[in-house]
């Protein structure tokens, strides 16, 4: 292999036009780190790298170092993920999961299990109907957060510690104190926060089961989608207290109608 030359698995989380034929491409390599490169001529009709390089696409690449951005010198497909990019149900509810993992990953920081656990829910939701699909992508959401250390706590106090029951608060209607500044739940006993909120025990204990299950348990027993919706909501105020920004793909889940 040449100098300067260096192979990569990565997932497409991004594209970007640059001048008339070319694509900026924002990948998502498989020890997490975050990776942008250039890829020439890709948006040519005779270029090989056209379907290679869509969002979703998982690839084998040959880069070759460059002065700000690398080059892709080739690309061969790994998993297409056909199923999300194909529907545009599923496509709508995996926009989110790729949008998110672009704003947690580094250049320098290696998170191998970001990549493992977006390339696995892709696959699940390929698996699935829409409905599902939007648990899961949720779901993904909630554990990204937990990899790049901003753990929500649903079912403990961030005050005190105690744990609270979100079965029981559920089973009557219940509503419990949420911060996302503070990092989750507080008890009835402890003070509130200036952005608390109170939100139902149901979506609390939705989003508690979303964070710790499996992807094939949630696609096995999907919830409601009203409560799937409510959960998201509590990422979207996430994402904007913890990365400073929202996800224009999850405003576009709230406002497109498509569920």
Known sequence: MAAGTYPA?????????????DLIVTLLAEDGRLLKAVAKGARKPSSSFAARLDVFCEVDLLLVRGKSLDIVKEARLVNAHRGVREDVEH??????????????AQPD????????VTSAVLSAMERTDASAALALCAAHLLKAFS??????SFDRCVVCGSRIDLAGASALSGAISFSPAE????????????????????VLNHANRLLHATFAEIAATPESRRLTFEVLHLCQAW???HVGSRLKSLEFLFTCGLF
């Open 109 to 116: 920081l290696e998170s191998p299990r970001l990549f493992a």
């Open 91 to 104: 496509a709508a509810a995996a926009a989110p999961v790729v949008d998110l993992v672009a704003r947690l």
């Open 9 to 21: 698995r990565a997932m497409v989380l991004r594209k970007t036009k640059l001048g008339e034929t």
């Open 147 to 152: 990899f790049a250390g901003f753990r929500p």
């Open 239 to 241: 994402v904007r207290e």
């Open 183 to 202: 990092g989750g739940v507080a008890c009835s006993g402890c003070l509130l926060f200036s952005d608390s909120r109170r939100i139902q025990a149901d």
